[in-house]
């Protein structure tokens, strides 16, 4: 069974475009659970983007996308892509070669972390992979007409399938080409706490909880554990009522937030459910160039002091937390992406030096 014991973990944007050398970069800061680097500077790699190809009707132009749910053949389309998902769904080893692979030109980061990894160099203890969440592809993703295809009960349900295979194949993926059994796999989906407010008008609770229990569920069916990485803050309950495994949040800007929800997040813990940990900052330049290993380490102790309020061992609850930055680094200088790797790597180790966690 999986135990972090706070290791370190990233998210997954970095801000160079090279594929290798991210991949590189991401097993040197994290040589236990690397990840394959997403890298937005490159076209097609933003986070809505990278994970569309193979969908229904998708069109491409002028560095513009959408969904062209007008044009004559999209009927014939969508009874192909149902006919495919449920082959795949029977037998997941169809998925190899199947629409739901990782594009080489949106997601290059993959093929680039296998080709090193099937070296035997590393030691890994497990290997994460992502997938951008159903509400913010949904969201960020317009129809011919110009809607969100996430307000379109067919398209949704499309959307959510074709998402969960995408998160299948990695899993499926890392396990055929590494020694690794169980990877990880994170939805990155931030608006799972941010339904009601005024960007996501129309999407009630019931849509985003149903849409987000059949990619959980779809994805551990593949074999990996699954994780939601949210760098918002809002109504914390669906996700810790959810079926994930872990849940990565941004505890530097919000983890006061987190403990309103008391009863959720014991009953999260008690199933043993994994705290990602966010603590080095990501949003800001000048917040991150002030923050030290020893400011961090200062605020992770209070923090955990308050969750052992709640009735944990110490020596319990840190076998169920990995550490990680608030967010990915793709939008950073290089620089300061950089030191935000390196101080959460020296977070993690002190961490592990001083509370003694083997």
Same mark, same amino acid.
């Given at each position: &069974?999986?135990?972090?014991?706070?290791?370190?973990?990233?998210?997954?944007?970095?801000?160079?475009?090279?594929?290798?050398? /991210?991949?590189?970069?991401?097993?040197?800061?994290?040589?236990?659970?690397?990840?394959?680097?997403?890298?937005?500077?490159?076209?097609?790699?933003?986070?809505?983007?990278?994970?569309?190809?193979?969908?229904?009707?998708?069109?491409?132009? +002028?560095?513009?996308?959408?969904?062209?749910?007008?044009?004559?053949?999209?009927?014939?389309?969508? /009874?192909?892509? !149902?006919?495919? !998902? &449920?082959?795949?769904?029977?037998?997941?080893?169809?998925?190899?070669?199947?629409?739901?692979?990782?594009? #080489?030109?949106?997601?290059?980061?993959?093929?680039?972390?296998?080709?090193?990894?099937?070296?035997?160099?590393? +030691?890994?203890?497990?290997?994460?992979?992502?997938?951008?969440?159903?509400? #913010?592809?949904?969201?960020?993703?317009?129809?011919?007409?110009?809607?969100?295809?996430? !307000?379109?009960?067919?398209?949704?349900?499309?959307?959510?399938?074709?998402?969960?295979?995408?998160?299948?194949?990695?899993?499926?993926?890392?396990?055929?080409?590494?020694?690794?059994?169980?990877?990880?796999?994170?939805?990155?989906?931030?608006? &799972?706490?941010?339904?009601?407010?005024?960007?996501?008008?129309?999407? #009630?609770? =019931?849509?985003?909880?149903?849409? &987000?229990?059949?990619?959980?569920?779809?994805?551990?069916?593949?074999? %990996?554990?699954?994780? *939601?990485?949210?760098?918002?803050?809002?109504?914390?309950?669906? *996700?810790?009522?959810?079926?994930?495994?872990?849940?990565?949040?941004? %505890? !530097?800007?919000?983890? +006061?937030?987190?403990?309103?929800?008391?009863? =959720?997040?014991?009953?999260?813990?008690?199933?043993?459910?994994?705290? /990602?940990?966010?603590?080095?900052?990501?949003?800001? %330049?000048?917040?991150?160039?002030?923050?030290?290993?020893?400011?961090?380490?200062?605020?992770?102790?209070?923090? $955990?002091?308050?969750?052992?309020?709640?009735?944990?061992? =110490?020596?319990?609850?840190?076998?169920?937390?990995?550490?990680?930055?608030?967010?990915? #680094?793709?939008?950073?200088?290089?620089?300061? /992406?950089?030191?935000? $790797?390196?101080?959460?790597?020296?977070?993690?180790?002190?961490?592990?030096?001083?509370?003694?966690?083997?």
């Amino acid at each position: &069974m999986f135990q972090p014991k706070c290791r370190p973990l990233l998210i997954g944007s970095l801000p160079i475009t090279n594929h290798k050398e /991210a991949a590189e970069i991401i097993l040197h800061y994290t040589p236990e659970i690397p990840l394959w680097p997403q890298l937005p500077k490159n076209p097609g790699e933003g986070m809505v983007r990278q994970f569309l190809s193979g969908f229904p009707g998708l069109v491409e132009q +002028d560095k513009r996308f959408w969904i062209d749910t007008a044009r004559e053949s999209f009927p014939e389309e969508m /009874a192909a892509f !149902y006919e495919e !998902y &449920m082959a795949v769904e029977s037998r997941l080893e169809l998925l190899h070669d199947s629409r739901f692979q990782l594009a #080489t030109d949106t997601a290059g980061g993959f093929s680039a972390l296998m080709e090193i990894l099937q070296s035997g160099k590393h +030691d890994v203890v497990t290997v994460k992979g992502q997938v951008t969440g159903p509400i #913010t592809t949904g969201i960020g993703t317009k129809s011919s007409e110009g809607n969100s295809i996430f !307000y379109d009960d067919n398209l949704r349900d499309m959307l959510v399938k074709h998402l969960t295979m995408k998160g299948c194949w990695q899993a499926k993926e890392i396990q055929q080409q590494t020694r690794v059994q169980t990877p990880i796999i994170f939805i990155d989906e931030p608006a &799972m706490v941010s339904f009601g407010s005024s960007a996501f008008v129309g999407i #009630t609770r =019931e849509m985003v909880t149903e849409s &987000m229990r059949e990619i959980i569920s779809g994805i551990k069916a593949g074999g %990996a554990l699954v994780g *939601v990485h949210i760098c918002a803050n809002g109504d914390w309950a669906p *996700v810790l009522e959810s079926h994930t495994d872990i849940i990565s949040f941004d %505890a !530097y800007s919000y983890f +006061d937030n987190l403990l309103l929800f008391k009863n =959720e997040l014991i009953n999260f813990l008690d199933r043993g459910g994994i705290l /990602a940990w966010g603590l080095v900052p990501t949003n800001d %330049a000048s917040i991150i160039t002030k923050e030290t290993v020893s400011s961090l380490l200062n605020t992770f102790e209070k923090q $955990l002091n308050q969750l052992i309020s709640l009735g944990y061992s =110490e020596n319990v609850l840190l076998r169920q937390v990995l550490i990680t930055p608030s967010c990915g #680094t793709g939008s950073l200088p290089v620089e300061t /992406a950089t030191k935000v $790797l390196g101080l959460n790597q020296q977070l993690s180790d002190e961490i592990q030096r001083k509370f003694q966690i083997n």
